[in-house]
């Protein structure tokens, strides 16, 4: 493990980090709820595009209004391949299960770039939020995105093919992406298929403080008095952090060794708070006889991938694109 906590970035990413923190902890509540009014209102939306703008088109789906079930599907203008042949990339957004959407400017941009990067349909998914909605609602809206899409992949678009069905989240969303691909191997899809899971830094944790939670506590976004924060927010009251949901691989875990779980891609970073959850949710699966490559970026934080800019940000985005190609030659 690195032996600093101060990474060498430039001054435009750690204000921008501390911007977001410091919302963050100014919409925190004292009964632990969230001033969704003063947060809102800091986080800046963009509306879809259905013209192309840097090679991507967008536009939103309703998948349920009573419970504000939509995605945010993005385009590439250009297809090289033939019709029906671009993968589908499922994603779900961080937040500590608690803030943002697909039109919160940074995951617009984000999967945006994925878009462009990947030759591939992004759908960026809109979930019900804690402490308003908690476990399991979270993992049953990004299961229900799947059926629907199974039972309605035209609205994807002619050159969409869901049988090449992608997952992915980041922080909470990496969480939320590892329990719905468990939650998928129990159901039975006419069309889509997932081929692999592309983690990014997913947010798992326990009762137990790591070594890297008390090196790095005092980061920006996932100290521990945040995590501890979004953790009593979504799960049911009277739950410790070694619930299922949070420490996948801890005394309550679930047992994944005879399922069909997919191939999967997980990203780290050197000093994220986070780290040590991560592999260990690494080393489970290799346990339980999963498929995981491990990319770590030694002097990165937690989020890095927001920023463009980085270098380490390119070098992600080729490491998965080669992945998911890795993984459709796997089918032919």
């Not at 410091?22 to 001033?35: F, G, Q």
């Not at 940074?106 to 878009?115: E, H, K, P, S, W």
């Not at 937690?302 to 030659?329: C, G, N, W």
Request: net charge negative; glycine share 6%; with cysteine.
């Amino acid at each position: 493990m690195t032996s600093t906590t101060t990474p060498l970035l430039p001054w435009k990413v750690r204000f921008t980090v501390s911007t977001i923190s410091s919302l963050i902890s100014a919409s925190h509540r004292s009964n632990d709820t969230v001033n969704r009014r003063l947060f809102n209102f800091f986080d800046r939306k963009t509306s879809p595009n259905s013209n192309s703008i840097d090679g991507v088109s967008s536009s939103d789906i309703i998948v349920d209004p009573t419970r504000d079930l939509w995605f945010r599907l993005f385009t590439p203008s250009s297809n090289s391949m033939s019709d029906a042949s671009l993968p589908v990339f499922v994603f779900f957004h961080g937040g500590g299960f608690a803030l943002f959407s697909p039109s919160s400017i940074t995951y617009n941009a984000v999967c945006r770039l994925f878009c462009r990067s990947f030759s591939a349909i992004i759908v960026s998914v809109n979930y019900r939020l804690a402490p308003e909605h908690r476990f399991p609602s979270q993992y049953e809206d990004g299961l229900e995105i799947l059926k629907f899409l199974d039972q309605n992949n035209s609205v994807l678009g002619k050159s969409a093919d869901i049988s090449k069905c992608f997952l992915s989240g980041d922080s909470a969303g990496g969480n939320l992406a590892h329990h719905v691909a468990v939650r998928v191997s129990l159901e039975k899809f006419e069309v889509l298929k997932v081929i692999g899971l592309v983690s990014i830094q997913p947010f798992f944790g326990g009762e137990e403080r790591t070594e890297s939670e008390i090196q790095f506590n005092r980061v920006p976004i996932v100290s521990m008095d945040k995590t501890d924060w979004y953790w009593k927010m979504f799960l049911p009251d009277g739950s410790t952090r070694d619930h299922e949901a949070v420490n996948v691989s801890g005394p309550n875990a679930k047992d994944i060794s005879n399922i069909d779980y997919p191939n999967t891609l997980l990203c780290v970073g050197g000093l994220d708070p986070l780290l040590d959850w991560q592999k260990r949710y690494y080393e489970w699966l290799i346990k339980s006889g999963k498929t995981v490559e491990l990319i770590e970026y030694p002097n990165m934080i937690h989020v890095f991938y927001y920023f463009p800019e980085l270098p380490e940000t390119s070098e992600f985005i080729s490491r998965v694109k080669d992945f998911m190609y890795k993984q459709m030659a796997y089918m032919n």
